[in-house]
């Protein structure tokens, strides 16, 4: 729960909001989701993050345009900047701390749009005084939705395919790459698989695969030949993909904990034949 709201309603709620109103996000939210980006630090693979929200400005702005569709924010008057230290996690563990805040964000009925790429260089690291071991791997713009969603965001919506998602056969393993799993094979875990499969992830590439082995739930990097090797603009693209897992596992141990199903994350590789190369073991919940 966050706010006394769902999880699970949460997640449905949420989507790329690319137009805002043009207004400066109220006081007391604003105040509440700051208090929640401090308390919420640490991943849990144990890599340390910080977070800021600051007012957005024309150079902001400007910033983001000749970054495809990242130049069609309208009217976002804050921007989430984020910043993770070095570790063999570090990636997936900022992937879940930002979707948690924009979950939290969410449940304070603000709009929220991830923007992913490595922001090092730009005017965001100045704000946020990003140090030399820091990335900061994506920003999220936020603010007051807008009452008329305009003909962009219903474009680039379509475009990018973000109002589908893979089917279950293509994410949900049972023990082997080759045997899908059902909804009702996994029971009580239908739910959070569901709240995985929704998740926002970079071009909408939704590359996590789950494997259920019997005793736990091993999470998988499928990755996109080709993607992520090159990046318009001035920044360089980091490895959005470990970012979405992290996503993906923000999604499973909130829906999870909501429901009551315990379990912890571990880094234990299973012996399960992988169907190739691009097919990377990233961690599992048990």
């Known amino acids: 729960m966050l706010n006394d709201q769902s999880i699970m309603a949460l997640i449905q709620a949420r989507f790329s909001c690319r137009t805002y109103r043009n207004e400066p996000i109220a006081a007391d939210l604003r105040r509440q989701l700051e208090g929640f980006m401090d308390t919420n630090r ?3 693979l144990g890599t340390s993050a910080r977070f800021k929200l600051v007012a957005a ?3 902001d702005r400007q910033s983001l345009k000749g970054l495809g569709t990242y130049g069609f924010i309208r009217g976002a008057t804050g921007f989430i900047l984020g910043a ?3 570790g063999a996690k570090n990636l997936e563990d900022f992937g879940y701390l930002m979707e948690h805040i924009v979950l939290y964000a969410t449940s304070l009925s603000l709009g929220t749009c991830w923007l992913g ?3 090092n ?4 690291a100045d704000k946020l005084g990003l140090e030399a071991d820091e990335v900061m791997a994506a920003v999220a713009a936020v603010g007051a939705i807008s009452d008329r969603r305009g003909l962009v965001d219903r474009v680039i919506r379509r475009g990018a395919g973000s109002i ?3 089917p279950w056969d293509r994410l949900f393993f049972d023990r082997r790459f080759d045997a899908p799993l059902t909804p009702e094979a996994a029971g009580d875990y239908a739910t959070p698989l569901e ?3 929704l998740g926002p992830s970079a071009s909408n590439r939704q590359p996590w695969r789950i494997v259920w082995d019997g005793t736990a739930w091993h999470f998988y990097i499928q990755r996109t030949p080709g993607y992520g090797k ?3 603009g001035r920044f360089m693209t980091t490895d959005l993909q470990r970012v979405d897992l992290g996503i993906a596992m923000c999604h499973w141990a909130l829906t999870t904990e909501e429901l009551g199903l315990n379990g912890s994350w571990a880094v234990r590789e299973p012996a399960i034949p992988r169907t190739d190369d691009l097919t990377e073991y990233v961690v599992s919940w048990a």
């Open 42 to 44: 640490v991943g849990p």
């Open 57 to 59: 400005t024309e150079e």
């Open 84 to 86: 993770v230290g070095e």
């Open 117 to 119: 790429g490595t922001f």
């Open 121 to 124: 260089k730009s005017g965001f």
């Open 164 to 166: 589908s998602r893979r």
């Open 195 to 197: 709240m995985v499969r």
């Open 230 to 232: 090159g990046f318009s």
